[in-house]
Each structure stands twice: as structure tokens, then as C-alpha cells.
């Protein structure tokens, strides 16, 4: 039958957005996969589509957050497997150490340089700081006021577009050129779902948070 133009399916931008905006993704997939068990071709395409979710973006203020991390330099291509070690590194270093988490990972970007190498931290918020051992040392988020929004599904599209939503409403990051790269006061990716619950990355709930600079707000 013909749509109506100016339907919600009609001007949904893809099949996938006008089933989750419905709740009908699960029931969706659910049918396909029955029906290639009978027969019917399921195509390998969806079967593998990446469902991309993006939350609210918000203003809040923090407080300074103690935190003990491992900074390292590496480059962009491949820092996903050396931020999953680092990961387990600092997991093993906070429970063998009898350090106090008060909340979840993070990942902080200190220097983005997409061509080169990133600056960055695998962190965890405690309770207090305590002597390092020289590779995990202590640091802090800074107090202050942060543009965040939590996603899933894809880092590139929650940074995007807490990006574009900040340039939107004139907010001004917390940021300087460097000669390496971009540099941020404080710019963090915190992992808010248990790995042991969920292993699948792709369906992680993750807040990015960049902090404001200090006239911004």
C-alpha cells in the first residue's frame, strides 16, 4: 500500500530507528531468526546490524573526583586492545592493593591526535588516593561543570554528538591546542555496565563527559 508522506515510518531514517522508537526491535529480530530456521533467507546484513543508542545530553557540576590510573601514550590504531589490558592491569592492581572504587572505569582522553599518538588514562574513581607503584599513580577529575551524555553501540556517534550538541548550545570545552594535538582538562569515557553481565561491547552503557570551560556556564 502507499505511504503517506509524512507518516513516521515514512520519514523514519532507517527500519531499525522506527522499531526501537516502538519497541519492536527484539520482536523484530526474533521473527527473522525463526524464520530462517524454516526456510526464509535472514540476510547476513542484518543479522550483524549495530543498534546505536544516544542519550540526553546534560549540564551538571562535579566535584573533584580522586582516582588511581595508568597513563600511557599509544597510537590510535590498535587502542582498543591496549585499553582492554590496561583494564585488566589496573583491575588486578585495585583488588591486590585493597584501594576503595566509588564508582566505575573510565577512559580519559588527555590528547587526541587521531594521525599520531593518543595521550590517555584507564582509571577508576576511590574512596582516596594512595602510593602508586610508579606504573598505576595517583590523579583526579577536576571539579567543575561537564557536558555528558550516555550511548551504546558506538563510541564515534556518542562523542559526535555531544560535540555537536555543546557547539549548538555555545558551550565552550575545557580544551587548548598543542603541538601533539588536542588537549582537554578532563575528557572521560566511563563504563557503567559489568563486562561479567554484559561481554559484548557493543551493547555496554557508556557516558561520555567533558568538562566545560570554567566562563561556559
Excluded at 524464520?35 to 550483524?48: A, D, L, V, Y
Excluded at 572504587?101 to 590528547?111: I, Y
Excluded at 593518543?118 to 574513581?125: A, K, T, W, Y
Aim: proline share 5%.
Amino acid at each position: 500500500s502507499t505511504r503517506e508522506k509524512g507518516s513516521d515510518w515514512f520519514e523514519a531514517k532507517s527500519l531499525c530507528e522506527w522499531l526501537q522508537a516502538r519497541g519492536l526491535v527484539a520482536l523484530f529480530f526474533a521473527f527473522f531468526a525463526d524464520s530462517s530456521q524454516n526456510g526464509i533467507p535472514f540476510s547476513t546484513e542484518m543479522k550483524h546490524t549495530q543498534m546505536i543508542t544516544i542519550g540526553e545530553p546534560k549540564v551538571d557540576k562535579r566535584p573533584e573526583t580522586p582516582t588511581m590510573g595508568i597513563r600511557v601514550r599509544v597510537p590510535m590504531k590498535g587502542m582498543s586492545s591496549h585499553v582492554t589490558q590496561l583494564m585488566k592491569e589496573l583491575r588486578l592492581w585495585i583488588q591486590q592493593s585493597g584501594a576503595n572504587p566509588s564508582g566505575t572505569p573510565f577512559l580519559r582522553l588527555h590528547l587526541i591526535d587521531m594521525a599520531g599518538e593518543m595521550d590517555i588514562e584507564v582509571g577508576m574513581p576511590v574512596a582516596e588516593t594512595m602510593a602508586g607503584d610508579g606504573r598505576v599513580c595517583a590523579s583526579s577529575l577536576p571539579a567543575g561543570s561537564y557536558a555528558s551524555l550516555i550511548y551504546s553501540g558506538s563510541g564515534l556517534a556518542g562523542n559526535k554528538a555531544l560535540i555537536e550538541w555543546a557547539r549548538a548550545n555555545n558551550l565552550a570545552f575545557d580544551r587548548w591546542d598543542d603541538e601533539r594535538g588536542d588537549a582537554f582538562r578532563a575528557r572521560y569515557e566511563s563504563f557503567l555496565t559489568d563486562p561479567k553481565v554484559e561481554p559484548r561491547k557493543t551493547r555496554w552503557q557508556v557516558e561520555v563527559a567533558i568538562k566545560l570551560a570554567d566562563d561556559a556556564v
